[in-house]
């Protein structure tokens, strides 16, 4: 099978810009992206540069974009990605403008921001134990397999808020943090919970683009994981009253009552006082119709079957 390949290039320490060569060559069936990634440097040009380690997909160090679609080289068969976008093929780091050389990203942010949520166990132990520490199987069902991850950066490297918000965790930082906040042998839940709740690094400015979980090659699903960070704030008293806490308050009072979004009670009650700014943008949203008076505000035909899907779904006292 051929393929045409256009491969990213740039080293730092010699380019202003970077380029991308043309490969045209002939693959198997069987390839993977990494073989491909092997080839260009075995029989193309031996300066190309990318990370590999395991090739089993467990250490996360190959991640690279095909097409723009994040993947573990290791793991993603060719003939698929042929499948899904033809014979013409892009290869690019997971983050242009942390390049270092070709593939390999400077991960300095994401190791930082990673360790800030204290990615380890911390428990009193018995240092010489004469028997296993066994927790249940429903207790271990709880981690929803967060302590799959391998820290490979897709996710983080996809999510827009981490492109604009420098103090932004990440969702590789908020899956490790839920990995152990819902590890039961674990006693700094509640010290975790109180990092990942601060705004503006924390979980309430993720803006629920489900970037992080169609970038996640482990098919974790890290935005699955910020949500469950959100009811734990709640259930472990750490929420504060704020904008964010009162937004999330505002919007099940809203569907509560109305089955449907009321938008300009939303921003009125996580705002406060702060609404006054956000006159003009409200009556611009008046004359769209994006905002109703509460007078005319509508309510949905099953409200009575929302509100029992509200009450039964409901785990956590605001």
Known sequence: MKITLKVFRFNAETDYLPHYDTIEMQI??????????????????????YRRSCRHGICGSCAVKVNGRSTLACKERMVDMIELFGNELVIEPVSKKRVIKDMVVDKADFWKKYETVKPWLEAEIDEHPTMENIISPKEAEQLEEADY????GCCYYACPVVEVNEDYLGPAAFEKAYRFTADVRDNAKKERLEIVD???????DCVKCYECAEACPKEIDPIGKITKLHNQIFEEGVAKNNVATRHAVGFKKSIEKHGILDEGHLVAYSEGFGVLKHIPEALEMFKKGKIVMPWNMPKSKNLDEIKKLIKTSSTVKF
């Open 198 to 204: 601060i705004l503006g690094q924390g979980v309430w």
């Open 28 to 49: 198997d069936p069987k390839d993977v992206v990494l073989d491909v990634l092997n080839r260009i440097k075995w029989e193309h040009d031996g300066s190309f540069t």
């Open 149 to 152: 991850c391998i820290q490979c």
